[in-house]
Every structure is written in structure tokens, then in C-alpha cells.
């Protein structure tokens, strides 16, 4: 019972935050922006548009962050990578190749206050959670893509959206983040797969 009610509360919390995208930029000796204020539900992309870079921020390199991501190992440009916030609390990371030269980041992710602004695309279901083979999207309003991510940030699916029902079976078991976007929001949704 308790499990379920940890489930359900981290749910809650997830559909209630602001769940916005930022987009950090790597190139040269720098991260444009290099500190970020988030809220928990956030998402951050940071994109490689010139030079061998990557995103460090795990707990070996910097023991007080309250979790681990990385991109990698440092990679030439073109490249994206994407990590969903949900730890509050203070970041650092740095790109493992110019960290001598002060390519170096922060982020600051708050709890959010509260709802600003319900749209349509809030009040949206992703079900049957805990799921196996597929998901059902109940939504007022039409959706323009899904993705799904793993914990750690990577993307593992993404598909246009043309129908309420998702295949899911290629996904392993584990816990993901679907993010859903119509013309104007994006939505985050824990799910839980079995």
C-alpha cells in the first residue's frame, strides 16, 4: 500500500509542475546558458553545434548533486541530449574536454509553487499506468508528438501522433517519462512499465 501511495504522490507531483523545456547550447569553450533556474518536471536539452563536447554531471565528478547524468563520452558535433529534472536541488556539470578552460555549468531546480496556467493539454491521462503493451492518451486537445524517455534523459521512442492507442512492447520494464506536446504545451507523464 505504501508503494502505491509513493507512486500516486510522485505522479500527482509530476502532472502538477511546470514541465518546460530549456535548450543549453556547447560550443567553443562554452555552455550558452551556463546557469539555469529550473522548476522539478523540466526538461534541458543541451545541443553540440560546434566542437568535441559532452554533459558531466555525475555524483564520481561532483559528489554533492542529488543525482547523476551524463551524455557520455565527448563526442563531435552535431548532438543532442536531453535529461528531465526531477531532483530538486543545486547541479554542477562541466564538458570533460574543456573543463580546464571554465567550460563549466550550473542548474538550480526548485519545487514548483504551483499551477500558473491549466491548459487543455494538462488535463490530459496516460493509461493504464503501470502499463505492458500499450498506452491509451486521453486528451481534449490534439496531440502533436509523443516521446519517451529513460530516466537518465536519453530519448528511446518517438512518434507523431495519429491515434490515442502506443505500442509499448519493445520497452524493457522500468520506470520512463512520456512527454507530449500539442501546438502551444508540452507535458511530462511518469510511466511505469511492467
Known amino acids: 500500500m505504501k508503494r502505491v501511495t509513493l507512486i500516486l504522490a510522485l505522479f500527482i507531483t509530476f502532472s502538477l509542475t511546470a514541465q518546460n523545456k530549456f535548450t543549453v547550447e556547447a560550443s567553443g569553450m562554452d555552455f550558452t546558458p551556463q546557469d539555469l ?51 530538486a536541488g543545486s547541479y554542477d556539470y562541466q564538458c570533460d574536454v574543456h573543463v580546464s578552460s571554465g567550460m563549466v555549468g550550473t542548474i538550480t531546480v526548485n519545487i514548483a509553487t504551483g499551477i500558473t496556467e491549466v491548459s487543455d493539454l494538462n488535463k490530459l491521462s496516460v493509461y493504464p499506468n503501470p502499463a505492458s503493451n500499450f498506452i491509451k492518451i486521453s486528451t481534449l486537445t490534439k496531440l502533436k508528438s509523443l516521446e519517451i524517455y529513460s530516466l537518465t534523459g536519453e530519448k528511446i521512442f518517438e512518434k507523431l501522433l495519429d491515434e490515442d492507442r502506443v505500442d509499448i512492447s519493445n520497452l524493457s520494464p522500468g520506470v520512463y517519462f512520456v512527454k507530449l506536446s500539442d501546438e502551444n504545451d508540452v507535458v511530462t507523464k511518469r510511466l511505469v512499465v511492467n
Open 37 to 87: 533556474t529550473v522548476e522539478i518536471g523540466d526538461t534541458i536539452e543541451w545541443t553540440n553545434v560546434l566542437g568535441i563536447h559532452n554533459v558531466n554531471a555525475t555524483q564520481s565528478t561532483y559528489p554533492n548533486n542529488p543525482e547523476s547524468f551524463t551524455s557520455g563520452s565527448p563526442a563531435n558535433a552535431p548532438w543532442t541530449y536531453m535529461h528531465v529534472m526531477t531532483i
